[in-house]
């Protein structure tokens, strides 16, 4: 296709990341695109992970019972299912095109176990941060499942699913207040069923980054045209009016963004806080058991 002159501002890309093939849970073989080294450059994003194989040997036990404070886990499953029990009772069965929407909060123990379908599991896992006045709150989650995830065809033939934020006027599964969740997430998978080309408004202050999970795709700029390869994470600049995406039938890709927090991060694992006087503290708290609301 060739690209038509555009007079929309978008986004250049500032880094492509090339994901890190890892293991965690009970040997569950991922990559691990967006990492500890882009927390602050991602703020409030502060981790991305890829799953997907057809072999459930790398599945492995999944993920037996783990703690989480202080910030959110978004699960979204491209196939297969995940099946997950928290300490606070929950339980739920996560399927395909399904996500769910996890606050830590102050404590939860949980489990997130793989179940293949036909063989093939597939999906992300977004750590999204909590601000300070949050760390503490109530656990809660949400579970979507994929009919309940709105979804627009754009007319050259781009399907978006708009899982939090809003796009083309469409709201997403996910809204909450800005005053509560002051990170505003946008989490979009766009879909291109025609070779096509797709603009999306971002405030110049949100950070963002796209990850391209099927073919290939291209950021357009003002005279400029950027490929991004298969499995590549690219972080946008803060700059202009938004992001246009340009890509042939076949190619899939999620856009994230978000209002950084530009609060202190402290991690240990699976505890994210602002100092490590609270780190020491959640550690402190799991091992009394106190991770039960
Ligand atoms: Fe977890």
Redesign the pocket.
């Known amino acids: 296709m060739n690209t038509p002159p555009t007079s929309f501002q978008g986004r250049r890309i500032e880094q492509q990341v090339q994901g890190q093939a890892t293991r965690d849970g009970d040997g569950v073989k991922l990559t691990r695109v967006l990492t500890q080294a882009h927390q602050r450059r991602l703020d409030p994003f502060l981790m991305l992970d890829n799953f997907g194989s057809d072999d459930p040997k790398d599945y492995g036990g999944g993920?037996p019972d783990?703690p989480?404070r202080g910030f959110e886990?978004v699960t979204y499953m491209i196939a297969g299912r995940m099946r997950h029990k928290d300490s606070a009772g929950h339980e739920g069965l996560l399927q395909n095109g399904g996500v769910q929407w996890m606050t830590a909060g102050r404590g939860v123990v949980?489990s997130?176990m793989p179940e293949q379908e036909d063989g093939v599991m597939e999906g992300f896992q977004l750590w999204l941060n909590l601000p300070s006045h949050d760390k503490m709150c109530k656990p809660g989650y949400q579970d979507i499942q994929t009919e309940n995830i709105p979804e627009f065809s754009t007319h050259d033939g781009i399907k978006v699913r708009v899982i939090a934020g809003q796009s083309h006027g469409i709201r997403g599964a996910v809204q909450r207040p800005i005053a509560e969740f002051p990170t505003d997430a946008l989490y979009l998978d766009i879909h291109f069923e025609n070779d096509a080309s797709f603009q999306q408004a971002l405030p110049t202050q949100h950070n963002a980054f796209l990850f391209v999970y099927r073919g290939s795709v291209n950021v357009i700029s003002p005279g400029e045209k950027s490929p991004v390869a298969l499995h590549r994470m690219a972080i946008l600049r803060n700059e202009g009016e938004g992001v246009e995406i340009q890509a042939a039938a076949g190619s899939k890709v999620l856009l994230i963004a978000g209002q950084p927090l530009n609060e202190p991060i402290a991690q240990y694992g699976?505890f994210v806080m602002n100092t490590r006087d609270e780190l020491i503290q959640a550690v402190d708290d799991f091992r009394a058991g106190l991770y039960n609301s």
């Open positions: 993920f783990h989480h886990t949980h997130e699976p």
